[in-house]
Structure formats: C-alpha cells, structure tokens
C-alpha cells in the first residue's frame, strides 16, 4: 500500500487565502484524522471521522476552519481566510478501528 | 483524563550508548501506549505498540519498551544508538474515543 498520502507537501499563501489541504486515507481504513504540529502546541488533534461522518471537531480552532470526508478515499481540511497563526505542519492519519494510526508525511503551510 | 508525560524534552547520547526515554501516561482503563518518530521534515512513523500481553514489546529499528502499570509508564529503550537515531520521539495514548494523545515529545542528538 502507498499509505497516506497528503497533498500539497508545502504551501505558502497569503493571509486571507483560502487553503485547501488534501489527504488520502489507507484503504481500508475506516478512521481519519486532522492533527496539526507548531513548536509552540506540539501535535493537536482537530478532527477525526469514523465511516466518513465527523466524530469529534472539538479541536477545530474556530470557524475559519472545515473539513469534510466525501468518500472513504478522500478527505480536506480547508482554511478560509487563513492567517499568519494558522502557519503549521498539518498531518492526516488514518487507521482501521483501534488500531494503529498511521500518518501521512505532512502538509507545510505557511501564511505570510 | 488522558495524557502523555515526556519529562525530557533534548537528550544528547553518543553513538553506541544505550538509550531510555522516558514516558508517563494517565489512563483509567488500560492503556494502548505507542512510540512514534519523527525524523527532521518527515512525518511520524510508528516504532511499536502495546494494547496487552507481554509487557516488553519489540518493534523496528532495535527499539522496545516496557509496559509498566505500576509507575504508568512505558519508556522506550535500545541497547546501542546509531547516528541515524536521532530524531523526535512521541509517546501516545489512545484514549476511549480512539484519539491519540501525544506528549510533547523528546528530541534525540547522537554524538559520534
């Protein structure tokens, strides 16, 4: 299998974009997750789905932030407008119940 | 509720010296612990589990850990470090929601 796969790598934007961030979940899996890496926080979770359905986004920092998973084999994470904070490593992750997650290689966003 | 506790944010080993890092987690049913590593720029790769059984658990690279219930612990350990070692390194606990709560994570120098 490729494992996840997440695109863009890097993402360099202007505040107030829109950024679209994508990833592609092991198949067969039926668990997907949203976590983002600062220097400052470590790693949060923001956002996991079960079956394709949100589970819990009580990690979603604010509304400027949405993600949704249409099939089993896609999911984005979108920032609207985005801001210089938002700037971050943000990795999706997948797994088959509770099993192991396994995590993509991460998306590099920065907000100028 | 759950969390991670790495005590240790930077340990520096010389190469060919054994390794511990250490690991406390808080959970009131019984744990699924993992170790992941993060090498600079990449994303987080699993090194090893433990969801029950055996309390020493092997996983890649010569690394294993130690599943204690007494101390909450599960520290990570190898005999002989090699330059290509060094990296971060996360503890994490599923908790009851199968969300994954990572410490803060270690960051490992190796010194030749």
């Known amino acids: 299998d490729a494992g996840v796969i997440q695109s863009p790598r890097h993402e360099v934007t202007e505040m107030g974009q829109e950024v679209t961030l994508r990833c592609k979940p092991i198949?067969?899996?039926?668990?997907l997750f949203w976590y983002r890496q600062t220097m400052m926080r470590g790693l949060e979770l923001l956002i996991y789905f079960n079956n394709n359905v949100p589970i819990d986004d009580s990690g979603m920092p604010e509304d400027r932030f949405s993600a949704k998973m249409p099939n089993a084999s896609f999911s984005t994470l979108k920032i609207q407008p985005s801001e210089p904070r938002d700037s971050a490593v943000y990795f999706c992750?997948?797994?088959?119940?509770?099993?192991?997650?396994?995590f993509g290689p991460g998306t590099r966003l920065l907000v100028l | 509720a759950q969390s991670v506790t790495q005590p240790d944010i930077h340990i520096t080993v010389s190469e060919g010296a054994s390794l511990e890092l250490r690991c406390n987690y808080s959970y009131g049913a019984t744990p699924y612990l993992f170790w992941y590593v993060q090498s600079p720029g990449q994303g987080l790769q699993l090194l090893l589990k433990?969801?029950?059984?055996?309390?020493l658990v092997q996983g890649i690279k010569g690394f294993e850990a130690e599943f204690k219930r007494s101390q909450s612990s599960f520290n990570l350990r190898k005999p002989s470090v090699h330059w290509s070692d060094a990296a971060e390194y996360f503890c994490a606990v599923v908790g009851g929601a199968n969300n994954l709560f990572f410490g803060t994570g270690t960051r490992l120098t190796v010194i030749p």
């Open positions: 433990y969801f029950s059984g055996d309390t």
């Open positions: 198949s067969g899996h039926d668990y």
């Open positions: 992750a997948s797994s088959f119940v509770q099993e192991t997650q396994y």
